[in-house]
């Protein structure tokens, strides 16, 4: 079955601290990718996506995303984290760009400590 | 990006009654979409919502349970029907506002807790 898998349920990192949040996903062929933000108290944002051509996204508020094929991964990074970066992280994929439809994994808390 | 706004933000209802939840968008989507994220566990796509015909449901859930409405290009209603403690859960719509229907914009849910 179609699946996403992220490894991480609470990452704890202190401010300027460098961040890698795990995405796996299941599915061989073409894949349409998402990390998605929560911040506490606010709803789901698209943070970054990836279609094809470059593997390396960048994001908003200096977020970036790896997909490499090989791997079946697609993890957020970046280089030094802000207390206001504290919010759940949702990695999503679409398998096949079939209509609509968004798998997503369970999410990681990251907490960054001031 | 769209404004996308739910109504109830949250309810606490009785086992065996129906909630309907309404979400709208601030300008016209051909495609809306209804998830569950249910506690500890992510978001499952529960229909997507046409305009104009049937919503088209997911594997595990039916109409019976979970009728949608999609009366207009902004606005889409998912009621939860009979329900039970297990459907106490965060309900989303989101909405694709390009030609791509997987990229989706969510509204901000409606928490819902069955008694």
């Known amino acids: 079955a179609q699946s996403v898998s992220q490894h991480n349920h609470h990452v704890i990192l202190s401010e300027a601290a460098s961040l890698e949040l795990g995405c796996n996903y299941s599915y061989g062929g073409t894949v349409n990718l998402f990390w998605y933000v929560q911040y506490p108290g606010q709803h789901l944002q698209l943070l970054l996506k990836?279609?094809?051509?470059?593997?390396l996204v960048k994001g908003i508020k200096g977020f970036e995303a790896e997909f490499i094929k090989s791997k079946f991964s697609f993890n957020l990074r970046k280089p030094s984290v802000q207390w206001s970066d504290t919010a759940e992280y949702f990695c999503?994929?679409?398998?096949?760009?079939?209509?609509?439809?968004?798998?997503f994994g369970k999410g990681t808390k990251l907490s960054v400590k001031p | 990006s769209a404004v996308i706004s739910q109504k109830p933000s949250r309810d606490i209802c009785q086992r065996g009654t129906s909630l309907t939840i309404q979400c709208q968008v601030d300008?016209?989507?051909?495609?809306m979409f209804w998830y569950r994220q249910q506690p500890g566990q992510s978001l499952t796509l529960i229909a997507t919502?046409?305009?104009?015909?049937?919503?088209?449901?997911e594997s595990g859930f039916v109409i019976d349970k979970f009728p949608i409405s999609r009366p207009n290009l902004t606005f889409s209603t998912l009621t939860v029907s009979n329900m039970s403690p297990e459907d106490s859960s965060i309900y989303l719509c989101?909405?694709?506002?390009?030609?791509?229907?997987?990229?989706?914009?969510f509204g901000p849910g409606t928490r819902l807790t069955v008694t």
């Open positions: 999503a994929v679409n398998y096949g760009g079939s209509q609509g439809n968004l798998i």
């Open positions: 990836y279609f094809s051509g470059d593997p």
């Open positions: 989101s909405v694709a506002l390009g030609h791509r229907s997987y990229e989706q914009y």
């Open positions: 300008s016209q989507v051909t495609m």
């Open positions: 919502a046409n305009q104009g015909s049937e919503a088209t449901y």
